[in-house]
């Protein structure tokens, strides 16, 4: 009987999928154990990814722009975010697929196979695509499953957006400070927000941000992104060089359920986006190093990956911004106005104690927050 054909097979070759291949592929642990990443097309999506950090970090050299100022804007609040010892940082998607796939192709181990995976048995680990089947002895699987959107029990709002990379006649942007959030280009009953990264005193890429429960159509991002240049930027004379848009789950859904003996949850698809912001590049690089550690110690590769606790706070949060989503302005004013942006930092990358969470919790007190503690803490 012949064994399988793949020591692991690794389903979408996105943020997550190529990150693990190339871990797996650094690692002599690993060498000679032969690994497909399987994909339905492995073209370069058009997107950006920002985190922060300390210090320099291992993707420095793909690192586009960076900044260690940052602006936070509502109706009762113009703050300055001074960041030290972190810095915000801005990877392009093209340039990270690209890297990591001219390395990855080195490993005589990985081998790229553009396939559309509909389905995996993990009683006969196979993993059935439009093109043929394929057998591993695990399976690392990004895809999302879709009844998050159906579940009653669990909550669901999206982060939505489209973004200009522009380029103005004068200088609008203050090139050393990005703004995180602001709020005074307003959509009813919602938190909107404008989101800008100034590259020079000409160019950014500016986009209108949604945290809801519902979706809208394009051209209301267009019109938003319109009057922010108009109204706040004060400028007309201005050139689209690019767009990009996306649509990001926020979601307590334990994506991670899935992971057993056999099969591995990762990326999105693993809930590694981060519940209460959208986040997930940071996320991402923490838990594929978590997988490796765990494999090398002989556990189950998706053992300990989500944090429990860090879970139930995002739990609350999202209950309250999806009960009260025209509130979003008020409460994300409450988080940078009370709070410093090194403990923000700190609590949303899941690295406090309990005595720092509830200092921020406590922040954030509201009648509101208790009803959404009551619905989602037990």
Known sequence: MLGPSYFYAIIGGGLAGLQLARQLSRDVFFKGKKIAIIDSDFATPIKTWCFWEKGSGKWDNLVFASWQEGKFISSKADIDLKLPPYSYKMIKAADYHQHLRNEIEKSEDIEFITDDIQHIDPVTMKARGQNTTYTATHFFDSRVDP?????????????????????????????????????????????????????????????????????????????????????ILKTKDYEIKSTESGVIPMTDFPFDK????????????????????????????????????????????????INNRFRKYDAIFLDVLSQNNQKGEEIFTKFYTKNTPQDIFKYLDEETSVSEDLRIMFSLYSFDFIKSFFRKAF
Request: with cysteine.
């Open 258 to 305: 899935e992971n057993s003996i056999q099969i591995t949850k990762i990326g999105t698809g693993g809930g590694w986006v981060k519940p209460s912001t959208g986040y997930s590049f940071k996320n991402t690089e923490k838990r594929i190093s978590k997988i490796i550690e765990n494999i090398k110690a002989g556990k189950l590769p998706g053992e300990n990956l």
């Open 147 to 231: 009844s998050y959107l159906e579940s009653e029990k669990y909550t669901c709002i999206f982060q939505h957006f489209k973004g200009w990379e522009v380029e103005t006649k004068n200088p609008v942007f203050t090139p050393g400070s990005f703004t995180m959030m602001d709020y005074r280009i307003k959509y009813p009953n919602a938190t909107a927000f404008t989101y800008i990264l100034p590259f020079t005193e000409t160019k950014a890429l500016v986009e209108y941000t949604f945290f809801s429960p519902f979706l809208t159509e394009d051209k209301v991002y267009d019109e938003k992104l319109r009057h922010y240049f108009d109204k």
